[in-house]
């Protein structure tokens, strides 16, 4: 297995950037905030492993964002791997927008992010996925895709929170009531050195729940399409989950979810 590697760096006034083949890094802006696309061209294959270490200095600020969805292709005999390291130092900030992936029949995927964070920090991150490639049939038809999330304090023993998804269609559980059903698009997002409950207007006090997983009332919106959501307060920051019937209103409601949350003040 062949270990592809990238490196962002980012300091107050210039990006340093890294990266082997296939991935590739695009720097659009050197000031703060700085702006970074990200892209795994030609998608992602049986075999391939990624490495991407993410370092934003003191004062510094990144908004990262995906140049397109990522594909996973069938991969009848293996699996692929990314593996994340992130440190976000004091007083700096990071946005990973969070991207698509699309598991194609057959394909299983592995990613794990490990994010540290200093005094003052703030750490955006999210992850959109969909049932397969639903229009040509493969609902449900991957093997598997796993994500880990994990996000700690500098020096402290214990994370602030960690996450293990785990979709494994062959299980049945994904089609049960209270996970996907039949529903075709999911989509998380987590935000840290903001205050609790801060997502959007839309999301009412009743729709807040203890647990990290569903909650939420139905809605009706464009032609009858239905999206669940619901939000819930962790160790230093908020969790959203979402499920819907079109990715399209998860990608909406998450835009206004980051809008939301950069137009409030750190620890609000």
Not at 104 to 132: H, P, V, W
Request: contains cysteine.
């Amino acid at each position: 297995m062949t270990i592809s590697r990238q490196r962002i760096h980012v300091f107050p006034q210039r990006v340093d950037v890294y990266a082997e083949p296939p991935l590739h890094v695009f720097v659009l802006s050197h000031q703060a905030p700085a702006r970074v696309i990200t892209a795994e061209l030609g998608g992602v294959l049986e075999g391939d492993s990624f490495d991407t270490e993410i370092i934003v200095e003191p004062g510094a600020h990144l908004v990262l964002a995906a140049q397109a969805a990522t594909k996973l292709f069938a991969m009848p005999g293996g699996e692929a791997r990314h593996q994340r390291r992130v440190h976000v130092k004091d007083n700096a900030s990071l946005m990973m927008m969070p991207n698509v992936v699309i598991p194609f029949k057959d394909s299983e995927y592995r990613q794990t992010t490990q994010c540290t964070l200093g005094r003052n920090s703030r750490f955006i991150t999210g992850e959109q996925m969909m049932a397969g490639r639903t229009a040509s049939g493969e609902h449900m038809a991957f093997r598997a895709v796993h994500s880990t999330l994990t996000v700690a304090r500098e020096g402290e023993l214990w994370p602030l929170y960690r996450e293990h998804q785990c979709f494994e269609p062959a299980s049945g559980r994904l089609m049960r009531g209270g996970y996907w059903g039949r529903f075709s698009a999911w989509g998380s997002l987590a935000a840290f050195g903001w205050g609790p409950f801060v997502f959007a207007p839309e999301v009412a006090a009743d729709d807040i729940v203890p647990g990290p997983y569903h909650a939420g009332t139905p809605e009706g919106l464009r032609g009858g399409h239905r999206i669940y959501y619901g939000a819930s307060e962790v160790a230093g920051g908020c969790v959203l989950r979402l499920l819907a019937d079109d990715m399209a209103l998860i990608q909406d409601r998450i835009t206004a979810v980051i809008q939301d949350l950069l137009g409030r003040e750190p620890g609000r």
